[in-house]
């Protein structure tokens, strides 16, 4: 343990302090990589390149001073002990999937969680690292025929989305990721391990259900509850791009009629003026709308000239079955004014339709990884790495008027005129190939 490396470390950074200034110098990354149980990798390191990554290329420019993976809550809070006495900047990370790139920062200390990924199931609850991936999550669940409302993306981190809500195909029976969150263990900045809970720092808990994302402590353990799964039904239905419109109008309505075991996004393929696809303008139903990830657009009236250029595809998963599924698919298809082009159904159990969902049926788990040898990686991963972002509103009612829709879809038309040849927006881009 690391009692006597905390005490090594307050006398090197103390010794900093008194000869030079914390502000003076640099901090001595190095005396914490002797102060802690787990690793520092310092830019001198040859796993610096790796350890510096977040899942953006775009952050790919920013040096951080030192990347630590503590193992253990301990080591975490030697980690903001040494910061607070160096003046370092200190960021927490879980998945490094954040589309604001708060999870690194120039020149500071970066306390990365990937090292501390354990996910042991306790009864109808389970205990996950926050260093866990969530692929971890769901492979340690599978079989056990519970879950944890969680995204899609293998690779995000369940630190970052719980902290900042998480929401996924079980959000609208089961709520967010935080909602089911029972406790956790943080570390305070004054160095404190807590486990925070509704009775124990309900305040803290609170505060980290939705707002913990590097604002008040690392959070090193998560503990969820669980809920039930069974067989889910998938379907992905395709519209010929003239329809985009009506496909996004008669969607919106159908979610709001849609039972709560439902899931579903439509997804518009942009056709760049080379001919090649590129994916864009996700959205996925929620409890009480949906959401759109395009960019906001002007041009209200564009819709059916951008349509043509934008085929829709809808995704829709039941976590109640095949035959609840295609009654609803009915009613889909009533309000868009015509059957789909082409669809198809496939019925699995909870584990394997989110493996599909995820780009990963056909991987194992050392593949549904991104490559690397830090923790968080596997030598054998096959994920990638993409620039992507997003935005989400939620809306009640009958969802965006006709205007809105047309502004929706001028802007996938615009954004198909200078998208990148095979650029892909979603995470998991094999999911379709993948999931038949
Ligand atoms: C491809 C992709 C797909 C996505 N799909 C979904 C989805 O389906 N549903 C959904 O809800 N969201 C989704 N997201 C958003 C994602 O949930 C958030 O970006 C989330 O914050 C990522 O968590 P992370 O741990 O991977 O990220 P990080 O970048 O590591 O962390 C995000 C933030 O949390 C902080 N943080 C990380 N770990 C800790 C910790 N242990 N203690 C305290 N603070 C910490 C970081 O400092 C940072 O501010 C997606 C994002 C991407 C890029």
Same mark, same amino acid.
Do not use: I, N
């Given at each position: 343990m690391s009692l006597h490396r905390r005490q090594v470390l307050g006398s090197a950074a103390a010794a900093v302090l008194a000869t030079a200034g914390a502000a003076a110098r640099s901090p001595d990354y190095g005396a914490l990589a002797h102060a802690i149980d787990g690793r520092v990798v310092l830019p001198?390191?040859?796993?610096y390149a790796e350890a510096r990554q977040l899942f953006q290329p775009r952050y790919d420019a920013v040096a951080p001073g030192a990347v630590a993976y503590p193992a253990h809550a301990a080591d975490v809070a030697v980690c903001l002990d040494f910061a607070r006495r160096s003046a370092a900047a200190v960021v927490p990370r879980g998945g490094g999937h954040g589309y604001a790139g708060w999870s690194t920062c120039a020149g500071g200390l970066v306390v990365d969680?990937? +090292?501390? +990924?354990e996910v042991s199931v306790e009864g109808d609850g389970v205990r996950i690292g926050a260093g866990a991936r969530l692929a971890d999550v769901h492979a340690t669940l599978a079989g056990r025929g519970r879950s944890v409302p969680t995204g899609l993306c293998p690779s995000v981190g369940i630190a970052g989305l719980t902290l900042g809500g998480g929401l996924g195909p079980a959000s609208r029976a089961y709520g967010t990721t935080a909602d089911q969150l029972s406790s956790a263990r943080v570390v305070t900045p004054d160095g404190r391990i807590r486990e925070v809970s509704a009775d124990r720092d309900p305040e803290l808990f609170w505060a980290l259900r939705g707002g913990g994302g590097g604002n008040f402590g690392v959070v090193t353990e998560f503990r969820f509850r669980t809920h039930p799964v069974g067989d889910c039904a998938f379907a992905e239905l395709h519209w010929p791009g003239g329809d985009s419109a009506d496909v996004l109008r008669g969607w919106q309505r159908w979610l709001a009629g849609l039972p709560d075991p439902f899931w579903s996004q439509v997804e518009f393929t942009v056709e760049a003026d080379s001919g090649s696809g590129s994916r864009s303008g996700a959205g996925s139903g929620s409890r009480s709308g949906a959401g759109s990830e395009s960019g906001p657009g002007s041009g209200a009236g564009a819709g059916a000239e951008a349509g043509a250029t934008a085929p829709p595809a809808v995704r829709v998963v039941c976590l109640d079955g095949r035959g609840e599924l295609e009654r609803q698919l009915t009613r889909l298809s009533d309000l868009v004014g015509g059957p789909p082009r082409d669809s198809w159904i496939a019925v699995r159990s909870h584990a394997d339709t989110v493996r599909a969902l995820s780009g990963c049926l056909e991987l194992s788990p050392a593949q549904c990884r991104l490559p690397g040898a830090l923790p968080g990686r596997d030598p054998q991963g096959r994920l990638g790495r993409h620039s992507y972002a997003a935005r989400s509103d939620f809306w009640a009612g009958e969802g965006l008027p006709d205007a809105a829709i047309g502004a929706v879809l001028d802007a996938l038309r615009r954004y198909g005129s200078g998208v990148p040849r095979a650029a892909s927006g979603w995470c998991s881009s094999t999911e379709s190939a993948a999931a038949r």
């Open positions: 001198v390191d040859r796993e969680t990937g +090292a501390m +990924a």
